[in-house]
Structures are given as structure tokens and as C-alpha cells.
């Protein structure tokens, strides 16, 4: 075939490798392994753009250790429970499961198409029992170490999708899903006690060098640690309240005492809960949520009380006490201090309520007046106004003094506080892991036994009514267990419960008795290669590495601390975005160009507004449907595109050029492909070539290094050099021999990137031997030339390129000849050269 008919080639190798599984299906456990992962999806119906690029950079790196003879484990699976699946049902009359399993059937024929090399055999659906009846196991097990417990706390409530949201599901105040603002309301919880964990989460991150730092230090942010002082206020006060404890950081700057606030939960709350105006203050700061982000965006807000807190340092110093809305009791003993010179929240607190504003650091200790307006000054410097502090700088000086202070005076304790919150796992609907615990008619919670394992889901057909349909299914809800009347427990488990540990279980997706089996993990684990998105930095990776540490916990049958070795975080797909008049989005299907103007496809009249490139998102309606792509360009020329132009790890920008660009590439490809094979029929007598053994062992070379390095643009740039060298090349003629040698060896290289292309060129051979990685001959890498510095005097004047080893008085002789260099050493009296063979040539003039 003259053209190459994409068509019938993907599908013939996409047949033979869905029949030859995997490249993991028979292992033997003494080669090396290499666990290829990428973040499994939501199966929400089609996939996009963000999957094709993920999932397209996972296969290069899994065809590429599969050819370098590593068992390679390159498994997919879905992450099925969630929301969205129970919100898409009530919307369109149907059950969750029903929806979501006809998304997956959808999304893994498209996944397919692209030619992925899954071993499907390992396929894993987090919604199935198979799958959530050992995360229950998991469940029970961690309730026994104490890594699990239930308690009444305030919780991010969202209004419309009716559940609890963990802190890292909140963004702007807004839940992560309906985009609804966030409630604060009090519920009993379940919780994993990842605070156990803070030292060693945060410790750990040093060790993972295959990480990028940027996610380790958003990982380390979040965990937070800090160093400060737990200090004690006197308190006069006419109730049974003497003493208040607050955590800072900040000790230093105690002399800018203003004010103290507490938290609505604080203790001393109940002194005031029968006050109509705390009551309401109460109520008004339930409607901000409970997120650190939500709070710090709320207007400041507190409620005066008749305490008076007096300054451990000076006595002279009397403030008044307050509770605050940004205060929160979970992080510190849920008190503060407020210096509002030097804390941008506590001076907008000062200001609103009237509150001395006394600067205790300046920029610099020359400084004679130093005040503060609007702005808080939060910078380095000098003490002052500040006694005994005076003149310290600041902080590494003042801080480590007020501590040593505090402590021999018995008015404070050194203290390590941590930031990371226990993790929050109850959510409050249908579509969701079951949690295994029933309760008593006084409440108490107990484990369901195991070998009533998976607690499953019952089926309802159609979802009605809001909130969690669980409550209301009172068959299933209540339950007989030894004579004696319990309730299930209707919550169901945060999704990211599902997606801690789902790793594991491709390991080992058979096991019908554990959620895996030690001889697999000990084989596979840690995850070689982690592929996925920033966005996930903190809620999925963060959660996986303490689900490690909690199975790893008083068990010494698992040893496996750090989920993933390698972490590789890939950028976004991105397009123009369009509105039309009227403000409306429009999808790219919508609009044409005339004369470099956007308008609309179906009324040129109108014009249409093109945005800035974003990433891809149903919402902005700038989305390109990859089935359609690879219809009409295959998927090869997908992955060609999807791998060209940016790194990996940056964004892409989508175009039409792009991918018909690609599509066009892989035709010259084939031409050259034909063009090779009609001259390895005429078989020249010319029996060897030196230029094209360099240009293959130096290709081979650079491939190798591209892809362990993740330098995928750079590796195709390398691929386009490749063709154009070849198209020159073969017409020299060559044997038989020479040119299957190289032409195979160079296929190989591309197979990783171009796999449907690559074996249909290899097919045209007979290869009897298994097909493997090739290497490069190092003496074919050596070059015969070398480059001169030409110096006078020592300073540098040029560059003269030669061949190795040459004599000085030949070398002479080329550089009289440069028209160049004799313009430099023209009428010069040269006293005496200097030259060291193959580096410089210096002349003393």
C-alpha cells in the first residue's frame, strides 16, 4: 500500500495486543520489575484530552522498560464511587451504578482505540464489593490500632450536594463539586488520625528523590510543622476562669499585645451559651465553613467578653479577650494572641474594633519611628519597645530569647505544633463505600464481623429524595446480630479513601481473601512511576502515604512505607476559549475563521470573542472529543501530537495545525518506510556504511536518554531528524544486511512513541528473535574531529575545528589558510606558541 491506511493498521495491532494481554501476564519474579502507573480516572463518560496526554505518557514509559526486558505491570482500573454519579442519577431517573458502568464501558472502548499496552486482565472498579469489601477489612483493621474514631466536631457542610467536605475539598469557600458556599455545621464523624503521622509524613519527603520539589513543598506547607511557645495568660475574670493557653510562633512579639481570641468551640464557650448575643454571633460564623482559606477570606468578626487577659511579660499590660471567627480550635489550643502590627488578620481586627495597634520590629534597628497604618509589617528586623527584647534581631534571635524567657519563669512551654488535620472520612450519601460499623440502641459503635464482609450497598433504582438515601432505607438499615437490635451506619467513606490504597490491589486483583498478597507487593511495590496531575499533590498523594504508614502500623507483615518512588506530574491540555455576543460559551465546532476573524460557523455575520488558551473544561466548553481525533487522524499521530512541542510536564496547546502536522509526519514516515524496503530488495554491493552506524548508535543513544528522562518533545524533534537524515541517506545504496541492521534498530527506538506504526514496518520482516531494546556501540559515538581554542596572549579569539591528534606545524598550516585567523596574527611577532594536542593553541605575541 502506497498510502498508509492508519485504519486497518491500529486495529490489527490493537486486536493482537488486546489477545496478547499483558506484558506482565507470565512473571518470572527473578527479572526486574518496573510498575508503570497513572492516575485512574472518574468515569464520567468520555474521555478527554487530559486523559489521552496521561495515559499516552504512561505507554511510552511501559513500552519502553518492556522492551529493555523489565516485567512491566501497567495495569487501569476506576475510580467509580463519587457525586457526581449520584447526582447524574437523580437527574436522569436512574441508579448510580447503572450510570456509571455504562461510562466505563464507553470510556475503555475509547482507551482502547489509542492503543494503550493495559493489562486489562488487572481491570479494577473501586465501586464493585470485589473491590470495597477489603477496604472495610482495611477499616476494621485500623479501628483496631486506634487509627480510626468517631467524635462530634464542626464540618464543612455543603448545602446542595448534602455532605460533609474535607478541607482540601473546599476551594474559595465553595464546594469542590456543586461550586455551592460552605456551611459549617456539627455532626459525629469518622476520622483516620493522620496527625500520628505528621513527623514522619513530613521527615519522609527528603528521601523521595524522585519526586519534584515543588510537590514536596506543597506537601510540606500542608503538614505545616511549626516551632513555638505554649503560653499562659492570667485571666480577671468574675466566672471560674483563670488561666488561657495559646500557641505561638510568635513570642517575640508579646510587648504588641492587643487583644486574645478564641474559638466559638474554646472551652470558656460555656459560659456564654446561654448569652442571646454570643448565640447569634455563633450563628453567624456557622455560615463561613470551617476551612482556613474560608475563614481568612470572611470579614473578621468576634464577640467581646468581660475577661481581661493580662500580658505574661509586663502586668501593666491588661487586653481584652475575645471570640473570633478566624480562630479555629483544631489547630493550636484554639487561642491566639493578637499583635496587630505585625499579623495582617489581627490589625484588620484592630482596626474594625478600635484596638491599640503597638509596633515591636522594624525593618532596620537604625530606625528611629516606625509606625503602622494599614499594613501590617511582617518582615525580618529589630526589636524594639520591647524590654529585655530590645534590639534582638529578628526572628532567629528574639524568638529562641522570649522562649528561654518564658520557660525559666514558668509563663510557657516550648511547643511543635502541626497544621495537618485528621482526615475527616464520613460523607453523607448513597454512592459510596459502606462504612462496617452498626450501632446499639445507646449509640455505641461496633465492627460488623468479618465474615459478614462486603456490607453492600442495597439497590435503589431511582433516587428521590435529597440528602443520603441510606437514612431513609430502613430494610437495609436496621439489622439482627445475636438476638440484639442494631443500625447500620449510614454514612459512606470520603472517595479518597478508595484511591489510597488502589495501587495495591493491581498487584494482586484476584484475591478474594485479603486486598492483596504479600509475595505480590513485595515484588511490585513501591510504584516505580507515578503519572499524574499537580491538582492532586496534596488530597490523593498526601492520603496514600498515610494509608502506607497505617497499614504498615503494628504489622510486621508490610514493610511498604512510601506508595510511590517516582512522581511525575504532567501539564494540562489547552485551548482558545469563545464567547459569542451575548457572553455565551462556544465549543470550537462552533466557529471558523475568515480573514484571521472568529466568527460563528452558522452566521458569519456574527462575531465571536476568543479568549485566553485554558485548560480543557466541559464548563468553558473549549474541549476536543479525542474519538473524533483519532478517527480522522489515528492514534498514532495523537500520540505523535500530544508529545510534541511542550515538555510533558508543562501545558499544551491544542491545535488543528498541530495535529494534521502529526498525521502528515507519519505518512512520510511510511513513504520512507516503502523507500527502505524497495532498497533492501535491490540489495547494493555497497557493504557498509560508516555514517549510518554513527547516526543509528548515536540515535539509539539519545532516544534512551530522552525517554528515561522524560524528554518527549525532545525525543520526537529527534524522530523528525531521524527521517530527514534517512531520506538523504539511503539513496548512497546499501547491503541487505546493513539496512535491515539499522532500519530495525531504529524502529525499535520509535516503537515506544509510534507503536502501531513501528510494528507494522517491523512485521515486514521476518523476526524470529523476540523483539528487545537495542543497544549502541560506544566506538561508533567517537568522533574523529575535535575543536582548537585559538588564544593570543591567553585570551580567547576563536574556535578552529580539526581532526584529532594533529601535529603542531599541521595545524599551522590550517590556520594560515583561515582568512580569519590571518587577519589576527596579521604582521604580529610571534615570540612562541604553546599547544596542547586536541584542546588550544596559544600564541605569545
Known amino acids: 500500500m502506497d498510502r498508509y491506511n492508519f485504519k486497518i493498521v491500529e486495529k490489527k495491532w490493537q486486536k493482537y495486543w488486546e489477545e496478547n494481554n499483558s506484558f506482565a501476564s507470565k512473571i518470572d519474579k527473578t527479572k526486574k520489575k518496573f510498575y508503570c502507573l497513572e492516575m485512574f480516572p472518574y468515569p464520567s463518560g468520555k474521555i478527554h484530552m487530559g486523559h489521552v496526554r496521561n495515559y499516552t505518557i504512561g505507554d511510552v514509559l511501559a513500552r519502553f522498560k518492556a522492551l529493555q526486558g523489565f516485567n512491566v ?14 447526582n447524574a442519577a437523580r437527574q436522569n431517573n436512574l441508579d448510580p451504578k447503572t450510570w456509571t458502568e ?40 485500623l479501628f483496631d490500632k486506634g487509627l480510626v474514631y468517631r467524635k462530634e466536631q464542626y464540618v464543612n457542610w455543603d448545602p446542595v450536594d448534602k455532605t460533609v467536605l474535607a478541607n482540601e475539598q473546599v476551594i474559595d469557600g465553595k464546594g469542590w463539586r456543586s461550586g455551592a458556599k460552605v456551611e459549617r455545621k456539627k455532626l459525629n464523624q469518622w476520622f483516620f488520625n493522620i496527625k500520628k503521622f505528621s513527623e514522619d509524613l513530613l521527615n519522609s ?3 523521595l528523590k524522585n519526586w519534584p520539589n515543588k510537590v514536596k513543598v506543597m506537601q510540606k506547607n500542608w503538614i505545616g510543622k511549626s516551632f513555638g511557645c505554649e503560653i499562659k495568660f492570667k485571666i480577671k475574670s468574675s466566672k471560674d476562669i483563670n488561666e488561657i493557653k495559646c500557641f505561638s510562633t510568635r513570642p517575640d512579639t508579646l510587648y504588641g499585645l492587643s487583644f486574645l481570641a478564641l474559638s466559638i468551640d474554646h472551652p470558656i464557650a460555656k459560659f456564654y451559651k446561654n448569652n442571646n448575643e454570643f448565640i447569634k454571633f455563633k450563628k453567624k460564623c456557622s455560615s463561613t465553613g470551617t476551612t482556613e482559606e474560608s475563614i481568612a477570606n470572611a470579614e473578621k468578626i468576634g464577640f467581646k467578653t468581660d475577661l481581661v487577659a493580662i500580658n505574661p511579660l509586663d502586668e501593666k499590660i491588661e487586653v481584652p479577650v475575645y471570640f473570633a471567627n478566624f480562630v479555629l480550635m483544631d489547630y493550636g489550643l484554639g487561642a491566639v494572641f493578637g499583635c496587630p502590627a505585625h499579623d495582617q488578620r489581627d490589625l484588620d481586627f ?73 482526615w475527616g472520612i464520613s460523607r453523607q450519601r448513597y454512592w459510596g463505600c459502606p462504612i462496617p460499623i452498626i450501632y446499639d440502641e445507646k449509640n455505641n459503635p461496633k465492627k460488623i464481623p468479618e465474615e459478614m464482609l462486603p456490607v453492600e450497598l442495597p439497590i435503589i433504582k431511582k433516587l428521590e429524595s435529597t440528602g443520603n438515601p441510606l437514612d431513609k432505607k430502613t430494610s437495609w438499615k436496621e439489622i439482627t446480630l445475636d438476638n440484639k437490635k442494631y443500625y447500620r451506619e449510614t454514612d459512606t467513606l470520603d472517595t479518597f479513601v478508595d484511591s489510597s490504597w488502589y495501587f495495591l490491589r493491581f498487584c494482586s486483583p484476584k484475591n478474594e481473601n485479603y486486598g492483596f498478597f504479600k509475595e505480590d507487593i513485595d515484588y511490585w511495590m513501591p510504584v516505580d512511576q507515578y503519572i499524574g496531575g499537580v491538582e492532586h499533590a496534596i488530597l490523593h498523594l498526601l492520603y496514600s502515604r498515610f494509608f502506607m504508614r497505617a497499614l504498615n502500623f503494628q504489622n510486621e507483615n508490610f514493610s511498604i512505607e512510601e506508595p510511590f518512588d517516582g512522581l511525575f506530574t504532567q501539564g494540562m491540555v489547552c485551548h482558545e476559549t469563545y464567547k459569542d455576543e451575548n457572553n455565551n460559551w462556544l465549543t470550537p465546532d462552533e466557529v471558523k475563521s475568515i480573514n484571521g476573524k472568529k466568527v460563528l460557523k452558522n452566521d458569519e455575520n456574527k462575531k465571536v470573542f476568543v479568549g485566553p488558551s485554558e485548560s480543557m473544561s466541559k464548563s468553558k466548553k473549549n474541549t476536543i472529543d479525542p474519538e473524533k481525533i483519532i478517527e480522522n487522524y489515528g492514534a498514532d499521530a495523537v500520540r505523535l501530537f500530544i508529545l510534541s512541542d511542550s515538555p510533558p510536564e508543562k501545558d499544551i496547546q491544542w491545535s488543528e495545525e498541530g495535529i494534521t502536522s502529526s498525521s502528515k509526519f507519519i505518512q512520510k514516515l511510511w513513504k520512507l518506510n516503502l523507500d527502505i524496503q524497495k532498497e533492501i530488495l535491490n540489495n547494493s554491493k555497497n557493504d557498509y556504511n560508516e555514517e549510518l552506524e554513527k547516526f543509528t548508535n548515536k540515535f539509539i543513544k539519545k532516544m534512551t536518554y530522552d525517554l528515561e528522562n522524560f524528554h518527549y518533545n525532545v525525543l520526537i524533534a529527534s524522530i523528525h531528524q531521524m527521517h530527514s537524515f534517512l531520506t538523504k541517506e539511503i539513496k548512497k545504496g546499501f547491503t541487505k544486511e546493513t539496512l535491515i541492521k539499522n532500519y530495525k534498530k531504529i524502529l525499535i527506538s520509535i516503537n515506544p512513541v509510534l507503536p502501531h506504526f513501528s510494528n507494522e514496518c517491523l512485521g515486514m520482516f521476518e523476526n524470529k528473535e523476540e523483539i528487545k531494546w537495542p ?69 605569545i605575541i
Open 205 to 207: 519527603l527528603d528521601k
Open 775 to 843: 543497544t549502541y556501540e560506544e566506538k561508533f559515538l567517537e568522533t574523529d574531529m575535535t575543536t582548537i581554542v585559538i588564544q593570543i596572549n591567553g585570551k580567547k579569539k576563536g574556535l578552529h575545528k580539526t581532526k584529532k591528534n594533529l601535529e603542531e606545524a599541521d595545524l599551522l598550516k590550517e590556520i594560515e589558510k583561515s582568512l580569519k585567523f590571518t587577519k589576527i596574527l596579521n604582521n604580529e611577532n610571534i615570540k612562541r606558541k604553546i599547544y596542547i594536542k586536541n584542546k588550544i593553541i596559544n600564541f
Open 350 to 422: 484592630a482596626i474594625k474594633y478600635n484596638l491599640k495597634v503597638k509596633p515591636v520590629v522594624k525593618p532596620d534597628i537604625e530606625d528611629k519611628v516606625f509606625n503602622i497604618k494599614e499594613k501590617a509589617y511582617t518582615g525580618p528586623g529589630y526589636i524594639f519597645n520591647s524590654s529585655f527584647l530590645n534590639n534582638l534581631r529578628v526572628p532567629d534571635e528574639s524568638v529562641v530569647e522570649a522562649i528561654k524567657f518564658l520557660e525559666k519563669n514558668n509563663l510557657g512551654e516550648k511547643k511543635i505544633n502541626f497544621r495537618l488535620k485528621d
Open 102 to 141: 455504562e461510562n466505563i464501558r464507553t470510556m475503555k472502548a475509547q482507551l482502547k482505540k489509542l492503543g494503550l499496552s493495559i493489562d486489562w486482565g488487572r481491570e479494577i472498579s473501586t465501586c464493585t464489593p470485589e473491590y470495597y469489601k477489603h477496604q472495610q477489612k482495611f477499616f476494621l483493621e
Open 73 to 86: 505491570l501497567h495495569p487501569m482500573g476506576w475510580d467509580s464511587f463519587g457525586m457526581p454519579a449520584e
